[in-house]
């Protein structure tokens, strides 16, 4: 029996460790010169940046639960870069290359293992889709291949190759599909940053985002006033609702995503397999639990909750892809809330107030981008607001100059 | 199974309904600016809240408001669209405008 345990049951106050990877929360300064609102992966990766390679560290994560607590925690964690667009795919490429370094450079496993994923292509439709797709990612370094039914079944022997009477014609196979423990990612920048100087105040919240001559000069939370020299909201699933607080609105449209996960099994699948057309994605985790989620819901909706009908087409999907799943039990049922834009596309850079910077609408797609995300948006911000090439694209202004960054065939299940 | 109350048809599963997004003011497609444009296409409150959305009957291809809780996705009220839009919108370009 661990006496000290004893010692902790008895003590009213939640007990720190003496080399805790996080340091004891401090009490909140008057003034930093940046506020990240919002302490999931995002969030902890851009302090993390901004303390490693500009060497600013005088930083406050306020975060209104845990940390790594939202749809950090929510998503499936698919690492992945076949994208459509050159634009798109240059951006997630250089996420999956800062993926494979992580955990050397936390000194922290987030257990990033290289699976490959696939796309099952039903339609004619999706097999020149996929094509364009293999090309984009090849011209850009990418590993991915369109391979034929043949390769696909010695692939995944276990998949049905004519599931839900659609017919497997072919598949996008990318080969630099990955997949890590989304939670680590998050505690492992939070780490590294916490360690160079930034400050993490969990429990903390925004409730408003204080602007003077149309820049933001502070945020009021509920523990008080706090002043900053600039701010950058990184809140996904709520992005609208702090937006409109700093007097803007946002092209987003909020809906649900549901996922679950089944007891753990012997491993047979490697691969992560999504089918787009029946709006499932599977895979199993090194525990040998089952994954597998779907498209957002059919409506918007700023709630977690779970529905029959999703549950029965999404059980129905992944059943029609690996028919002997019919015999596994469900353990588990979440979802979360993503923040959509109209053309699948994040919204990075500035915004309509100055010195308040943008990291939102990550609808589905928002874990795979964590490591490069945090640092051009590091830069974004270290440079008092220039924009770096790679995240120009992405900038809320394409909206209204309707230059799209069109990547709705690029879901892993479409919408 | 969730119901929704269709005006046309009654008491439905929502599985047969289709969202249509939000009830907005329309600017004048023909004189209105690029960034008015822009914002009545995709700029959204997306706030929490009750809000008038546009829904679809499938089956029966019956379009009409419906008032929803966007957190706890409570429907308020149904009702057809003839009740607060009573005039017809023209987007082609009057016939004398085309010319010029």
Not at chain 1, 114 to 143: C, P, Y
Not at chain 1, 215 to 233: P, S, W
Not at chain 1, 308 to 336: D, H, T, V, Y
Request: aromatic fraction near 10%.
């Amino acid at each position: 029996m661990p006496f000290s345990l004893l010692k902790y049951g008895l003590n009213k106050d939640y007990p720190f460790e003496q080399n805790a990877d996080l340091p004891v929360p401090t009490k909140l300064k008057a003034s930093y010169d940046v506020i990240i609102i919002g302490g999931g992966g995002h969030g902890v990766a851009i302090a993390y940046y901004l303390a490693k390679y500009h060497g600013i560290t005088n930083v406050a994560i306020l975060e209104k639960g845990y940390l790594g607590g939202g749809n950090t925690a929510r998503n499936t964690a698919v690492i992945r870069s076949n994208y459509m667009t050159p634009e798109g795919v240059k951006f997630y490429s250089e996420s999956v290359n800062m993926f494979k370094n992580l955990s050397n450079e936390f000194d922290f496993n987030i257990m990033y293992s290289q699976r490959g994923q696939l796309t099952l292509a039903h339609t004619d439709a999706a097999i020149r889709g996929f094509r364009q797709r293999a090309e984009v990612s090849k011209h850009f370094g990418g590993r991915t291949e369109l391979i034929g039914p043949q390769e696909i079944k010695e692939l995944v022997p276990t998949l049905n190759m004519n599931p839900g009477h659609l017919p497997v014609l072919g598949g996008l196979w990318h080969m630099d599909g990955a997949t890590a423990r989304h939670d680590a990612v998050a505690w492992g920048y939070a780490k590294g940053a916490t360690q160079r100087g930034v400050e993490l105040h969990q429990l903390t919240e925004v409730l408003d985002v204080i602007v003077e001559n149309n820049k933001v000069t502070g945020v009021k939370t509920n523990k008080g006033i706090v002043k900053c020299g600039c701010a950058v909201q990184a809140v996904a699933g709520h992005s609208s609702l702090l937006a409109a607080k700093a007097g803007f609105k946002l092209p987003i449209v909020s809906y649900p995503l549901q996922a679950m996960v089944t007891q753990p099994v012997k491993p047979f699948l490697d691969q992560m397999v999504s089918s787009s057309a029946l709006h499932c994605y599977v895979q199993q985790t090194s525990r040998g639990e089952i994954v597998f989620g779907g498209g957002s819901d059919p409506y918007p909706l700023y709630n977690s909750r779970s529905t029959l009908e999703l549950k029965e087409s999404l059980l129905s999907s992944a059943i029609e892809m690996f028919p002997f799943m019919a015999n596994l039990r469900l353990l588990r049922q979440w979802g979360g809330v993503t923040d959509m834009t109209s053309d699948y596309s994040p919204i990075m850079g500035l915004s309509p107030v100055d010195n308040y910077y943008m990291d939102a609408g990550w609808g589905t797609w928002g874990f795979k981008a964590t490591p490069i995300c945090g640092k051009t948006m590091a830069d974004l911000i270290a440079s008092g607001g220039k924009v770096p090439e790679l995240i120009k694209p992405f900038a809320m202004d394409r909206f209204k100059e309707f230059r799209q960054v069109n990547e709705m065939g690029a879901t892993a299940a479409s919408h | 199974m969730k119901i929704m109350i269709c005006p046309l048809n009654g008491a439905r599963n929502i599985s047969e309904f289709v969202y249509g997004g939000e009830v907005i003011t329309m600017p004048d497609p023909n004189n209105c600016s690029n960034d008015e444009w822009a914002d009545y296409v995709f700029f959204s409150d997306n706030g929490i809240g009750i809000v008038c959305e546009w829904w679809l009957h499938a089956a029966t291809s019956f379009w009409f408001i419906a008032e929803r809780h966007t957190a706890t996705d409570e429907i308020i009220r149904t009702y057809k669209a003839s009740d607060i839009f009573k005039d017809r919108v023209e987007f082609a370009l009057k016939h004398s405008e085309a010319k010029s």
